[in-house]
Each structure stands twice: as C-alpha cells, then as structure tokens.
C-alpha cells in the first residue's frame, strides 16, 4: 500500500501559515517575558535591594555579590538592572515557549505550578550560603524570600500577559505580522539569545516534519511522552526544593 506523497508533506500554504503561528506566538512571549523581567526582575528586584539596604544601614557601601554597592541608588546602577533583567526575561520566556504545553489540570493549578516551579528552582540557584547578600544583610529570612519570590512572581505575570495576548482572540494573532514580529527585535542586542533562538526553530520545524507521518503524529502526540517531561520537571523542583531548604537552614 502506498501513500500519497501530498498526504505525508503538507502544502507549503499550510506550513507557512503554521510557521507564522509559531512566530506570533514566539514574539507575544518574548515580549511578555520582556516586560516582566523589567517590571518584576527590574523594577521588584531594585525595590528588594533598597529595603535590604534600609534595614542593614552598616551595609551601606559594602559591594554586594552582584557587583552593585549596598545603599547607593544610582541612573546607571538601575538601568543596568534592568537590561540585564529585561534580558533575563526573554530567556525565561524561551522556557516557558518550551514547556507552556506541559501544563495541566485546573487553571489555579496552572498558575500555582508555574509560580511556585520557577520560584523554587532559580531562587535554589540565586540563594547562597557564601558572599554577601544571604550572610552580611538580615532577617536573612527576608533576603531568602524575596529572592524565591521574585521569579515566581515573574512566572506569574509573564504567564498571565503572553496567554493573553498569544490566544486566538490575542492581539498578537491579530495585528500585521511585521507588527506581531516586533518583540523579537530584543533579540538583536543579545547575541547568546539568537543562538538559543536556533536550535528552538530548527527543533519545530524537525518536530513539525515528523508529524507529517502517521507513526510520527502518534508518537508525539502519545501522553507517556507529556508525563516523562512533567515527571523531569518534578525531579527537578523537589532536587531544587531540597536545596534551597538546606541552604535556609545554614543561613539561620
């Protein structure tokens, strides 16, 4: 039995618009993931280190593990927080482009687990036993948290923002796509996020291609393979969590 060949490869129509799909939703994100790193990472993280400051004023002056000096409030200290956050931002918004289809069960789920996920696993890598921030500043409590909050507030709002702007009745599905495809302009300063950006493309198009075929359609759209991520996912919050806790527990 033979199979048509217009039956394996779909018509260039179809994957073009498939392809412009995947681009307005790419950008909606990315630009979500922008606007919230500024607006949390940014802004939040700035606003963190100034009550930080307040309340260690024997602080002030010493160079904090990030480079910034405690207590000096400065155009250019801020401004480099920021774009280094807006930066960070599109990277977390590449990750959640990745895993945003592994999501599951009732939306207050959806919002817990993507907050508290995030919250957990880079608040594990930001939080530190050594240095200056975690050791030098109290309630080291305080320091802890706002630091685990910050990116799962993050998560929050860059969830809440690209769902509802990458949606079918998003404005980012609506607009021209010259206008849609703007975001990824924040592309251009970052060299390392264009280089991640490739693998990302070329990884859809080969997924894309794939699903062309039967065996292919029924293998990724199989749940076993949607349970081996989340279960992936899962090992690594609670590796994370475990973490994080002992290094709360050496801090105080």
Known sequence: MTVDAAEETPPPSALRADAETALRTLAGICLAGALAGIAVGGVGGRLAMMLLARLNPYATGVKSDDGFIIGHLTLSGTLSLIVVCLFLGVLGALVYAVVRSLRSGPRWFQLLSISVGPAVVVGG???????????????????????????????????????????????????????????????????FLL??????????????????????????????????????????????????????????
């Open 125 to 191: 890598i930001l939080v530190h036993t050594d240095g200056v921030d975690f050791t030098t500043l109290e309630p080291a409590l305080l320091a802890v948290a706002l630091f685990v909050l910050i990116p799962g507030v993050y998560s929050l709002v860059l969830t809440l923002l690209a769902e509802g702007w990458v949606g079918h009745s998003g404005w980012c599905q609506r607009v021209r796509l010259r206008y849609a495809a703007l975001p990824l302009l924040v592309f251009a300063p970052g060299f």
């Open 195 to 252: 280089i991640l950006l490739v693998p990302l493309v070329m990884l859809w198009f080969a997924l894309r291609k794939v699903r062309t075929t039967p065996r292919g359609a029924a293998i990724l759209d199989h749940p076993a393979g949607a349970w081996v991520a989340r279960g992936g996912l899962t090992a690594i919050f609670i590796i994370s969590a475990v973490g994080l806790a002992g290094d709360v527990a050496d801090l105080t």
